[in-house]
């Protein structure tokens, strides 16, 4: 009865999560998973850059599985919390930094993960052991060898245990309605690593680890010159509306452009003098761009008059609608903003907090405004009313997005000079790529 109840509880919480998810990104672009969603059982394995968002990413995803995520233990500390994370499939691991648990404890949560997997479950891990918002991906731990090795030797190497690597970018971590990418790699199996593990299981865990290291990195942006990791990131910045066009890899812009970042970097990493000269007229263009209050994510084209006119246009026709939303969604506006969002310094917790927080809040709002309404107005007027919020809503943020395009437009209509010095900059670059 428990499981059934915990089931119809997962399934209930897990439709708000994805609700949410739609008001958090304006695009969530997936490569890859196709191929290998009817895998089992599968060991899911990617870089961690945006804290317990990144589980709800492959929850969103992978819509015909309900995978079984590993988590740093210190969030169970509560009999109430540890229930809860249960609920919605976290499992705790023990991180020695955390003066937490114990190698025992770890090896009891090892045993359960084998039996999620005897039993065809798939299991996220997040092989870095932490978040960090930088696009490279960190060294990684040996926990997910360990697992995949221990279970499949359990089972005489017959389990046919899948690991599946992908990747995860997002346009903008913090914020809501930018582009989130998911791209996922070629699974494999551990049986592939029988013979090596039998001659020698440290080999084979390591070569194991570099695998799924190798494989998560060609589905995400890791800029490997990690020591100008800034100015690498202006570079790609700088190059995003160009990487698809000076790329081989067309599989994504995710591809194209860690592709084209690190050839630069490889490149300019053999002449220092040209790269510290390119650094400082990056470094000047960027700092050009934030004084105009240009978003660093503008596309440097020079505006047409059609095209401005669009734009105005666009966002004329969406003020109405921006005004009413706002109206609409003021208080758990307030609520999520003010008092949940703004007392957290970290900001790489915003968005999962966001995105958790108002799955709960707006519909609660919403059903409150539902009844309020049923019982004045009638209930088929008041469900009519309540129906248009969430559209309302991506009204709202879709004028928003406009209304940046447009006002980047209305910037570099008077600052020409800044397209001029770009062109001159992606020129410089295309030169190096040549």
Not at 45 to 63: E, P, W, Y
Request: aromatic share 14%; proline share 4%.
């Amino acid at each position: 009865m428990y499981n059934i109840i915990k089931s119809l509880i997962y399934f209930f919480l897990r439709s708000l999560m994805e609700a949410s998810f739609s008001f958090s990104y304006r695009n969530i672009i997936v490569t890859g998973y196709d191929k290998i969603k009817h895998l089992k059982p599968t060991l899911f394995v990617s870089n961690h850059q945006n804290t317990f968002m990144d589980g709800f990413v492959l929850i969103k995803v992978a819509r015909n599985i309900s995978p079984n995520i590993l988590t740093r233990a210190d969030i169970f500390k509560s009999k109430w919390a540890a229930i809860a994370l249960d609920i919605i499939r976290l499992i705790p691991i023990y991180r020695k930094k955390d003066n937490m648990g114990s190698v025992a404890q770890n090896n009891e949560i090892f045993k359960k993960c084998i039996s999620l997997f005897k039993n065809g479950e798939p299991l996220l891990i997040f092989p870095e052991g932490n978040h960090a918002m930088e696009r490279f991906l960190r060294p990684l731990q040996k926990g997910p060898a360990r697992i995949a090795f221990q279970a499949e030797e359990e089972s005489d190497f017959q389990l046919g245990l899948n690991v599946s690597p992908f990747g995860i970018q997002y346009e903008n971590h913090p914020k809501r309605w930018y582009d989130l990418h998911v791209h996922f790699g070629n699974a494999f199996q551990v049986q592939e690593f029988q013979e090596v593990f039998a001659e020698n299981p440290t080999i084979a865990q390591k070569q194991f680890t570099d695998k799924i290291q190798q494989d998560i990195s060609a589905e995400m942006i890791d800029i490997e010159w990690h020591s100008e990791y800034k100015f690498m990131e202006q570079v790609r910045l700088l190059l995003k509306p160009y990487a698809m066009t000076w790329a081989d890899s067309k599989k994504s812009s995710v591809h194209a452009e860690n592709e084209v970042v690190n050839i630069l970097g490889n490149r300019l990493q053999k002449n220092a003098d040209k790269m510290t000269v390119l650094k400082s007229r990056v470094e000047n263009y960027f700092e050009k761009v934030k004084n105009s209050n240009l978003t660093e994510d503008f596309v440097a084209k020079k505006p047409t008059v059609v095209g401005f006119l669009q734009k105005t246009v666009g966002v004329l026709l969406g003020l109405p609608f921006w005004f009413i939303a706002k109206l609409i969604n003021f208080v758990p506006e307030y609520i999520v903003e003010k008092k949940i969002i703004a007392p957290v310094k970290d900001i790489t917790w915003h968005i999962s907090l966001r995105t958790g927080a108002s799955m709960f809040i707006y519909p609660i709002f919403y059903l409150t405004i539902f009844v309020i309404m049923g019982v004045s107005l009638g209930w088929l007027i008041a469900g009519i009313v309540v129906f248009t919020f969430p559209l309302l809503s991506v009204v709202m943020y879709e004028t928003e997005y406009h209304f940046k395009k447009l006002k980047n437009s209305i910037i570099l209509f008077q600052k020409q000079e800044i397209l001029k010095e770009e062109q001159e900059l992606v020129q410089e670059f295309r030169s190096i790529m040549s």
